[in-house]
Nanobody, 116 residues
Framework: QVQLVESGGGLVQPGGSLRLSCAASGIIFSINPMTWYRQAPGKQRELVAVITSGGSTNYADSVKGRFTISRDNAKNTVYLQMNSLKPEDTAVYYC??????????WGQGTQVAVSS
């Protein structure tokens, strides 16, 4: 019943920008903290950003100052605005619900490739 659908990925040049979206269903979206993770080839999945139900945010040091997580509760959607992209940002990006009841649910992710 829980579904997470990521979108917005693509191929961009270094220094470019992308905005990722994650549409959630099957949960009461507004009361749940949301997260973005990414997994690069050959690397462990890493937490990128967190946003609480109240809108407070935290970021991995590697993306701080470049990425912004936000949410639109009316649309049941969490976003990740990515600016000043670097090749090391290349990864599959996933959203997740930071609630023990729902952490096991993952979408298919969206591929971000940063290359010249």
């Amino acid at each position: 019943q829980v579904q997470l659908v990521e979108s917005g990925g693509g191929l961009v040049q270094p220094g470019g920008s992308l905005r990722l979206s994650c549409a959630a269903s099957g949960i009461i979206f507004s009361i749940n903290p949301m997260t973005w993770y990414r997994q690069a080839p050959g690397k462990q999945r890493e937490l990128v950003a967190v946003i609480t139900s109240g809108g407070s945010t935290n970021y991995a040091d590697s993306v701080k100052g470049r990425f912004t997580i936000s949410r639109d509760n009316a649309k049941n959607t969490v976003y990740l605005q990515m600016n000043s992209l670097k090749p090391e940002d290349t990864a599959v990006y996933y959203c997740n619900v930071n609630n023990i009841a729902y952490r096991a649910y993952w979408g298919q992710g969206t591929q971000v490739a940063v290359s010249s």
